[in-house]
């Protein structure tokens, strides 16, 4: 985020929509990141 954005909002408003953000996408990034490890196991074997 820019930093003219932390500097002009309220932090604890902020703080609020990152956690909201972070509960709503958990498990969404989760499964990224575990596809991704996988993909990446996955063609460090083929080479």
Same mark, same amino acid.
């Given at each position: 985020? @820019?930093?003219? %954005? %932390?500097?002009?909002? @309220?932090? @604890?408003?902020?703080?609020? %929509?990152?956690?909201?953000?972070?509960? *709503?996408? *958990?498990?969404? #990034?989760?499964?990224?990141?575990?596809?991704?490890?996988?993909?990446? *196991? #996955?063609?460090?074997?083929?080479?």
């Amino acid at each position: 985020l @820019p930093i003219t %954005l %932390l500097s002009t909002r @309220p932090f @604890p408003a902020f703080y609020r %929509l990152v956690i909201s953000f972070t509960d *709503r996408y *958990r498990d969404c #990034h989760w499964t990224v990141c575990v596809t991704t490890s996988s993909s990446t *196991r #996955h063609l460090a074997r083929a080479i």
